[in-house]
């Protein structure tokens, strides 16, 4: 399963997670991003708006987006976050380094900021 | 209240469905039912439990098979999984208190969130060769309180 990536500016891609982020696809993920990554992008939406499952190791590969973007002050932002996937924040505190927004859109002003 | 009783030999199969637990079970309210939250817990664990043991259980060259049990009353849930895998010994994976909370790994979370989870959690044999994973989530668990960091 390819993941749906929209270039939103030259700094900034929008990753829909779509339905599930878990061990079966995290590879994938890992390929999606890392295409932008090499191309120069730092700034990182991922939209949950429709996402029923992120396990421990979907958890896992948005951290090693994180680790590529961070020493050059990359941003990764959750966005739209659904019930599922709030618990799992929550639990893991990932909040602490992922900021939220309701909506890609508030997301995306915000990076414009 | 009508308890979950179903066995698998498709782990994929057994992932998928558990996930949808939070929508199709338990049944409507009768006797008071635990919340949502709860019963997102129970989903995210039971998904991390047969991940892991997609991943890196030892099956023999016996087709992977799991059985999963839930019962749920206004006080809690009750989950089991029997497998027959190999086992191991699950407290020697839990995490210690002097792991690095703040090192966000990409791998070994699924242990910490079972454990934030749940209370009363174990895996060992039993008296037929299979392994039980058992655990409860009380009503009134806050997961919050356990949280990893």
């Not at chain 2, 199709?24 to 998904?47: F, I, K, R, S, Y």
Request: hydrophobic content about 35%; glycine content about 4%.
């Amino acid at each position: 399963m390819s993941f749906d990536a929209e270039t939103a500016s030259s700094e900034t891609v929008i990753i829909h997670v779509g339905e599930a982020l878990d061990f079966r696809n995290a590879d994938d993920f890992k390929a999606t991003f890392q295409e932008h990554v090499d191309e120069g992008v730092r700034q990182f939406i991922l939209n949950f708006s429709d996402t029923e499952v992120l396990d421990s190791t979907g958890l896992g590969s948005i951290f090693s987006l994180y680790r590529a973007i961070s020493p050059d002050d990359g941003k990764v932002a959750f966005a739209d976050v659904s019930e599922p996937v709030q618990v799992v924040v929550q639990l893991t505190r990932t909040y602490k380094v992922f900021r939220q927004f309701p909506s890609v859109e508030a997301a995306r002003e915000a990076f414009a900021e | 209240m009508n308890p979950f009783t179903k066995t698998y030999t498709d782990l994929d199969c057994a992932i998928d469905e558990v996930r949808s637990l939070s929508d199709d079970w338990p049944p409507p309210a009768q006797n008071g039912t635990v919340d949502d939250e709860t019963l997102h817990c129970m989903c995210l664990v039971l998904h991390e439990w047969i991940a892991n043991l997609h991943q890196h259980a030892h099956f023999q060259n016996n087709t992977p098979r799991v059985e999963i049990r839930l019962t749920c009353n206004a006080e809690q849930v009750d989950c089991s999984v029997l497998d027959n895998s190999n086992g191991f010994d699950l407290a020697s994976y839990l995490p210690t208190d002097d792991e690095d909370p703040e090192a966000f790994p990409e791998r070994g979370m699924g242990l910490r969130i079972i454990e934030a989870c749940t209370d009363e959690l174990s895996y060992s044999p039993t008296e037929d060769g299979l392994h039980r994973f058992k655990f409860i989530i009380p009503s009134d668990h806050d997961p919050w309180l356990n949280t990893l960091f």
